[in-house]
Structure formats: structure tokens, C-alpha cells
């Protein structure tokens, strides 16, 4: 089983569409978890991290169960400047800082 | 605002040649990293550094060096470059103790 685990889509939605993206990652004892954006051409850039009690910033939202090792971003109200790939990070193991990135998965947000 | 660098945006060199990829990052970060990313297979970590002149190897370190003499410096080296070095390379740096990173704009460098 990968580290970290994302479907790459594409995922294909209206304007005004809600969309969820899933990661699972493999090693139980990670314990940092992130969600980046890349735009075309471009670095990735941090979107929000995840928190256990899940986070909300704007129209995004992040989740993690840590029973079932994945984490989740969703998108209220898509706009389409939400169209990039969205990259799951997670730490290695423990107190590691070293990051394992997913592969991405990309949203187009069509009119 | 957290700013990282890097030297060149396109670069092309020939197959053999020594090639040197610059990283500069201006927050004082303990860490920084280098990595290259390919169409399907995602971003992969060559090397990084947790302090000056400390490297690790990470998942792809074959055909690469790194250098890091001065805090804010972390430098990649291609010995001698190959065709299959043609990537998008990336430098990152993040402060002790988290794995939140910030990107330089990538360097795509082709190997003829």
C-alpha cells in the first residue's frame, strides 16, 4: 500500500458545485497532516492544515479520521479559480518532519 | 512573507554536463529540501538538510549531490547530467519541527 493514497481524477464540476476529495495514508502514527494546491505549472502552495477536530476556512473544509486513516478537503460553492490539483501531505512517522506527498488530485471547474 | 528562490526558472544542458540548481529562502528555516516532480509519479525527495553541512538522503538520491554551506542556501548537483534528469525541480524549506513547507517557483531543466 502507497504512504499516501489520492484518487487523480479528474474530478469534472459546475460552478456552484460541492466537491470532496479523499486521502488515505498508510502509517498509523502520522500525526501532521495538510492539504497544498498547485496550479498549473506552478509550486504547490499550503491550503490548510487538518486538525483532529477538523477545520473550516471559507468555503473549504478539512477533515481526518484517524480510525480509518484518511483525511478530507471539501469545496462548498466551486469557483472556477478552484480549478488546480490538490496535494495530501503527511508526516513519515511520529514527530517526524519529513513530508510525504499524495500524487494530487485535480479539479476543473467549468462554467 | 516566506520567500524561497531559486536560480534558474528553464535551464537546458547537455547530457554529461555538471549542472548546479541554487535555493535561497529568506525565513531562517532550519530545513530545506529538494525534490523533483514527473507527470503521474508526483512530487519525490531527493535530498534534504535539517542544519548547515547535515544532508540526508531521501527517496531518489541517485545521480544527485546537495550542498549546503550557509543557512539560507541549499544547493543541488547533477554531476553528470542524463536525459532522465529532465524534471521540474523543487526546493522547500520549513522551520524546526513541522512539515509545513514553502516552494520555490521550480526550476524545469532539460537534459539533451
Known amino acids: 500500500r502507497k504512504e499516501v493514497e489520492q484518487d487523480p481524477g479528474p474530478f469534472n464540476v459546475p460552478e456552484g458545485a460541492t466537491v470532496a476529495f479523499n486521502c488515505t495514508y498508510s502509517?498509523?502514527?502520522?500525526?501532521?497532516f495538510f492539504w497544498y494546491r498547485q496550479d498549473c505549472r506552478k509550486e504547490p502552495k499550503l491550503l490548510m492544515s487538518?486538525?483532529?477536530s477538523g477545520n473550516e476556512d471559507g468555503r473549504f473544509t478539512a477533515q481526518l479520521n484517524r480510525a480509518s486513516q484518511y483525511i478530507s478537503l471539501l469545496i462548498r460553492d466551486s469557483k472556477l479559480s478552484d480549478s488546480a490539483t490538490y496535494l495530501c501531505?503527511?508526516?513519515?512517522?511520529?514527530?517526524?518532519?519529513?513530508?510525504?506527498f499524495g500524487r494530487g488530485t485535480s479539479l476543473i471547474v467549468h462554467p | 512573507d516566506v520567500k524561497v528562490t531559486q536560480s534558474s526558472r528553464y535551464l537546458v544542458k547537455r547530457t554529461g554536463e555538471k549542472v548546479f540548481l541554487e535555493c535561497v529562502q529568506d525565513?531562517?528555516?532550519?530545513?530545506m529540501f529538494w525534490y523533483r516532480q514527473d507527470p503521474g509519479l508526483g512530487l519525490r525527495l531527493i535530498y534534504f538538510?535539517?542544519?548547515?553541512?547535515?544532508?540526508e538522503k531521501g527517496d531518489i538520491p541517485e545521480g544527485y549531490s546537495v550542498s549546503r554551506e550557509k543557512k539560507e542556501r541549499f544547493s543541488l548537483i547533477l554531476e553528470s547530467a542524463s536525459t532522465n534528469q529532465t524534471s521540474m525541480y523543487l526546493c522547500?524549506?520549513?522551520?524546526?519541527?513541522?512539515?509545513?513547507?514553502?516552494f520555490g517557483p521550480g526550476t524545469r531543466l532539460t537534459v539533451t
Open positions: 522547500a524549506s520549513s522551520a524546526s519541527g513541522t512539515i509545513e513547507q514553502y
Open positions: 487538518v486538525y483532529s
Open positions: 501531505v503527511v508526516n513519515k512517522a511520529g514527530g517526524s518532519y519529513i513530508p510525504t
Open positions: 538538510s535539517y542544519d548547515v553541512k547535515m544532508k
Open positions: 502509517n498509523s502514527a502520522s500525526q501532521s
Open positions: 525565513m531562517d528555516h532550519e530545513n
